[in-house]
């Protein structure tokens, strides 16, 4: 990570006469036809730089940073990101254009229609979407109580949300609003009223209406849609009401109290006190065995590199790439949005954690930093670190016996204790707040979690769409939507060469001279096979297959080393792989499993500015999967959790954690020569004295 | 449950002459051709006969027991099931046979050669084998340094262990050998030497040998057997070790210690005080909104009744049914082993629980016991009871903001704890170790998960075989094999007329006026219908679809209430539909899902000894499906949990209950008009102040 004098340097550099680039400073003061920085964050280091610094002799890579750098004042405005370094900031430091991650064709071009919809886009198009309300305030007075004169206009009193994507391919660009009432629940109140601006370029004097939709109708002019009114054709049957409580997280006297819940809940604590250790100047983490390095950025959040189980390397990097969501509906808004919460930065948007409710009494609570123009922001106590019982022994096993018996009734019991350190971070993005846990456990296994809790991003109900959800409050639907979230895990098992094994489970036919009278048969059977080329793939039905990323190198019996990928909770791909919405910019979320050659032009799943790029991705995911080879090569696996989102009244407030819910697990399989349990003394072996009746522990 | 008085009386009523059933006493002393008492136990009661009496003002029902009786002594030998009751025992308790539970054609009878192989039949084919093994002592000797010149010979330094099944149809029975070393981690320890006995009825007379296998080589004699052997054409590349303390689950000094590891592992603890309250005479238990009876069989073990949340029933009956494995290999054992455990008995294996390691410190232990003879045998510590943090919050929202900001960065924050009551049980059948986990969750959803640890059954390694699973030790392979868990659910969601609904995902043609340059495009659609007919089915593929049973009673906004069934980790069900060894009577087990109408006379998945009977089932699960409509009926859930267990290296010495893990999750889905999540007091609301630097809780 760059440094807050390293932000500032680059941000002094790039502002500078010398830098060339024109920029308006401060950002706030610009409008969408000038030039200014939208961020800086730290640019990661190749993979080839790091691993001959960290296995060899080689020099430690020089740190670099990445701007993204919003050019409206061009002649063809565009979004254009750079890298400056080396770093710290030196005669010898330089501003690049940095094109070489994104394979889209133009590198770190972004047009400006598909650019991230900011304040100053906001406030071009606002003009005309203030007199189209402002030509139907009466309107909107009758059948909503609300007005809308422009944002600023002190008699306003709706707001509104608007679409994602705003483009296709970046040669146009519409906006879609949708109005809500002004509380801090908003995305559980909207209206049914809709307005459509065509927004193409720079110029607002080309902005147009496209039109209005309420009541499932859509009309192409203001006149039109008065003449509805009019005709009485236009109502609202079901009221949004404009009270909020019903939607506050708060507690609600009036749905009483349960017996005993006043007393404090159970809760994990760490009794022994701390059994891992943290660098907080390297990020650097021990807890029995394992060892890893964090790194935070603005657009991913936490990302762990360099990760060891008793000294062997299991993965280079573990990172959260992008979590998609699309939405579901026949409503011009929830009809078309698809969303890449990194636009919106998991590091930028994570905050504080509740001791106690968020994590354990006791956690670790560390602070994160990103950059944010110039300045270093400090989020205080966003990320937890934790050990919690794992609730269920790790290892146990009773001698036991069928004759009949008294007492105890076995001669020997053992059970180990299991227990995981976790690390974990809750990013808000708007309305859903995402929980990330990452389970380092005992026996060598690593458990990747996410949960979303936080608001639907609600419709208006109507009568005839229960295909897209149910009514979950007056005039409230929970839009159906799916959730995934990519990740990507470049397992170096053992050093870089690895492969990735399937094995599927068949069922062949088998025949046996010891049983003739069976003739052929059907038996199970493990077929066994390296992927050979890149591919994406998904899980096979009824967990009939095996994923293990191995090592030409064998354990003592003979068996190749290797870790296994284990479904957990709800892996899932996107439904629709065929969206306009969603067609070429979300590619990583259309399988459950991918497995790519590592490069060094290939760090990222998915771009930031991919979002309104459907058609004409910055950065396509499907182009990583070229036909190279994966056998024993230096493979990255990306892999995606999530959840189909099937709405339901336990939605509101909001969403719960314990159902929205999904995780994968990564075990050793053939790594060892027996379980890693042998060596802990957190363990009970229990023998029956002569009798039964008594137990020497 | 009957009373230890009702057991002894029920056995001396079975045991007077009155009763004419001529029965040795005790049955130990009996041979395979005397008529014995098998095992007495609870008769459930019939749900027609429970709901009047819990629901309305009927009568509380008649206690009746159960008892399998071996007829050996009969002209055509058999096993009988009878019910004897009203209970307790009076002039009017009649004894009768039980067969309206079984639907295979024959009740309750059992033909002799499918019967449980108990001690009696084990001595009746003793001799063939002592026989056999005394000719071949000089080559198992020279081979494994082994002899078995018959169990009670004191020089037999080899054990064994026999095929399940041992009968296809009842007609005649195998019996499979492979022996091992005599130690306590003999399922470990397999030695490649089969023996074959052919066995059909009750003269051991007719017993013949059919043949040795060892080197996957057939021997119909023992003469071409020993013919072989001197040719040289037998070896023994790969010998089993003697010792077996690598195989036990003890520390392992040789291991090293694990820095900080000496210290306490991390627990979950009660911190408030128990939230629960436990009525023991009653096996009744209340927790924050949840209530339940509990019960306790000999063969189901726990078993849950009557579930209600907040006042209203969502499950009538909650137990386990069966565990079905079923295993791979070109063995003898391995290729044609099916248990299911249930046969051993899930009550009578369970045994004593560590407190702090099996159920956390400061669990409720509770006994449990079961008819055993004419005595009733305690279980101390068999069942615990916990509420135990649940790891992560239930439901939480920070209000976010996309702009810069500093400080916290939020106006308001809300998150509640959750947690859970967990009810736990261990079985050890044998091998393994079965971790029954039932979770009644704050928010009214209710999880069953299933782990499994303890021993492979392994085979002895073959280099030829590694398609059967991996070398785990010096001469051991571990034999893949699939577990499959059966599970009834009698859901009676707000009374017994529930439909299960199954609402499809699936991407549809779309068009909308406002987007006239999309033309059609793909979109997501809910498609929900309701099962018509009793089905087996299986979860859609990318979890495209979501299951719940439904009430026609609606919620405040008109949707109906319903609890969903959601799949957890590893939802699987059998691999090979079609094997010999499992082909009629494990049909419950071979589909994710099923739903049938209730009936008093399909009380279980299966039966005690359909084990033996995969041709020619005394009860067939198949069979439930007549084509019954599930629509606004009383019907019931069947799900099966499991594992393929693709064994590892770090399967020895013990399963890892961390990754041989299975679970469902029952949710409330449109089932009230909120979470239920508002009237929780273990909860923070937290807003900041104007500078957004101070918190306000
Ligand atoms: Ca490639
Ligand atoms: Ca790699
Ligand atoms: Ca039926
Ligand atoms: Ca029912
Ligand atoms: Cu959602
Ligand atoms: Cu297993």
Not at 280 to 291: A, D, F, I
Not at 502 to 527: A, C, H, I, N, R
Request: charged residues 20%.
């Amino acid at each position: 990570q760059i440094t807050p004098a390293d932000t500032a340097a680059v941000w002094d550099l790039l502002h500078s006469p010398a830098a060339g680039l024109n920029l308006t400073d401060p950002p706030f003061t610009a409008s969408q036809t000038d030039n200014y920085v939208a961020f800086i964050d730290t640019l990661h280091t190749n993979k080839s730089a790091v691993l001959p610094y960290i296995d060899g002799n080689g020099l430690q890579p020089a740190k670099f940073a990445r701007a993204v750098i919003f050019e409206g004042g061009r002649t063809v405005p565009i979004s254009q990101e750079y890298m400056i370094g080396p770093l710290p900031v030196s005669n010898r430091t330089r501003i690049q254009k940095l094109d070489y991650i994104f394979n889209g064709g133009k590198g770190g071009t972004v047009p400006f229609n598909a650019r991230f919809f900011d304040l100053q886009r906001d406030a071009a198009s606002e003009p005309l979407l203030a007199s189209v309300m402002t030509e139907v305030a009466d309107i909107t007075t009758e059948l909503f109580g609300g007005v809308y004169y422009g944002a600023d206009d002190d008699r306003t009193d709706l707001i509104y949300t608007f679409d994602t994507p705003v483009s296709t391919d970046g040669s146009s660009a519409v906006r879609i609003v949708m109005f809500r009432y002004p509380t801090e629940v908003e995305f559980l109140q909207p209206l049914d009223f809709y307005v459509i601006l065509d927004i193409p370029g720079t110029d607002p004097s080309k902005y147009t209406l496209r039109g209005i939709v309420t009541n499932e109708k859509f009309f192409s002019t203001v006149d039109k849609f008065r003449q509805a009114y009019d005709a009485g054709e236009i109502t609202n049957p079901y009221p949004q009401p404009r009270d909020y409580e019903w939607a506050q997280l708060t507690r609600k006297e009036e749905m009483g109290t349960r017996p005993l819940e006043n007393k404090l809940a159970p809760q994990s604590i760490e009794l022994g006190g701390k059994r891992y250790k943290i660098d907080t100047q390297q990020n650097y983490v021990e807890y029995l065995g394992w060892s890893f390095y964090m790194s935070w950025t603005r657009q991913l959040g936490l990302m762990f590199f360099d990760v060891k189980f008793k000294g062997e390397r299991i993965i280079y990097e573990l990172s959260m790439q992008e979590a998609t969501a699309q939405y579901a509906g026949n409503t011009p808004k929830a009809a078309s949005t698809v969303y890449h919460d990194t636009h919106y930065g998991f590091g930028a948007q994570s905050a504080v954690l509740v001791e106690g409710f968020d994590c354990p009494f006791g956690a670790t609570l560390l602070n994160a930093s990103y950059p944010d123009g110039r300045h270093t922001t400090i989020k205080p106590q966003a990320i937890c670190i934790f050990e919690a019982d794992y609730g269920f022994p790790l290892a146990r096993h009773r001698t036991s016996s069928f004759g009949p018996f008294q007492g105890y009734g076995f001669s020997d019991l053992g059970v180990v204790k299991a227990s995981a350190l976790h690390v974990r971070h809750i990013a808000t993005v708007g309305n859903y707040d995402y929980l990330f846990d990452f389970a380092f456990n005992v026996d060598g296994s690593l458990e990747v979690g996410v949960r979303a809790s936080g608001y639907l991003q609600a419709s208006p109900y109507y009568k005839t769409q229960g295909r897209f959800g149910p009514r979950v409050h007056n005039s409230t639907q929970g839009s159906y939507h799916d959730h995934v979230v990519t990740f990507k895990a470049d397992f170096d098992v053992l050093g870089t060469k690895n492969s990735f094994q399937v094995t599927e489970l068949k069922t062949v036919k088998q025949s046996q001279p010891w049983f003739p009278e069976l003739g052929e048969f059907d038996q199970m059977e493990l077929q066994a096979s390296n992927l050979k080329r890149e591919k994406q793939l998904n899980f096979a039905e009824n967990g009939q297959a095996m994923y293990t990323v191995i090592s030409e190198r064998t354990n003592a019996w003979g068996e190749k080393r290797g870790y296994r990928i284990t479904p957990g909770h709800s892996n899932i791909h996107l439904t629709s792989p065929n969206s306009p919405f969603s067609r070429k910019q979300s590619e990583f979320s259309k399988s459950h499993l991918a497995v790519t050659r590592v490069h060094d032009t290939e760090p990222y799943a998915n771009s930031w500015q991919n979002i309104n790029l459907p058609e004409a991705p910055q950065h396509d995911f499907a182009k990583f999967f070229n036909d190279e080879s994966v056998e024993d090569e230096d493979i990255t696996v990306w892999f995606n959790l999530g959840m189909h989102h099937f709405t339901r009244s336990e939605d509101i407030p909001v969403t719960l954690f314990t159902e929205a819910s999904s995780s994968i697990l990564f075990a050793p399989q053939n790594f060892f020569d027996r379980a890693q349990e042998g060596d802990l003394q957190n363990r009970r072996w229990i023998e029956t004295g002569e009798d039964q009746d008594e137990l020497n522990f």
